[in-house]
């Protein structure tokens, strides 16, 4: 994670006091955060899921990649530095390292999810309701394939439509 604050280092600071809110749940993506000190909390529905105090963390990757609301809410639980990145897309286009970085830190929880779905799975194998989903939510971690890739630059975001083919097209 520390290669993301070495590819953020020209970035903006903003310092966020104890109780405040980083990002919103299903807020529009806006931009992107990597925490440079401090401690936060993730929130889904209100309820905590995740501390996070590791220098270099990313928060609204996710959002901003996919063009879709904040899923969780993310709220500093000490007096919290991070470095913001105010155009996300241009930022993991123009930095493929810190695209890398990025994509890392999501892999890793990706894994993280999955082996802990694996673990229910087995633990509760026979039992029915919605424990049963656990095996229509991991067919969906594997195949699901996310949106379609755009073509362009950071330059041309929306891509050379003239050249450009609909996937279903294909």
């Known amino acids: 994670m520390a290669d993301l604050l070495a590819f953020s280092t020209d970035l903006p600071t903003a310092t966020v006091p104890a109780g405040e809110v980083l990002i919103t749940e299903g807020a529009r993506p806006d931009r992107l955060l990597v925490l440079v000190s401090g401690s936060v909390v993730v929130e889904h529905d209100g309820v905590p899921f995740a501390r996070i105090d590791t220098p270099g963390a990313v928060f609204g ?82 195949h699901h394939q996310g949106p379609a890739a755009r073509t362009g630059s950071a330059r041309d975001p929306e891509g050379d439509h003239e050249h450009s083919h609909d996937a279903e097209g294909l």
């Not at 993991?92 to 779905?117: I, K, M, Q, W």
Request: hydrophobic share 45%.
């Open 61 to 142: 990757e996710m959002s901003a990649v996919l063009d879709r609301p904040a899923t969780a809410t993310v709220r500093a639980v000490a007096d919290t530095e991070v470095r913001v990145v105010d155009d996300p897309l241009g930022f993991l286009t123009e930095r493929p390292g810190a695209a890398l970085a990025v994509l890392r830190t999501t892999a890793s929880r990706l894994d993280g999810l999955t082996h802990y779905l694996v673990d229910v799975k087995q633990q509760f194998a026979d039992a029915g309701g919605h424990l049963g989903l656990v095996d229509q939510i991991l067919d969906q971690l594997v």
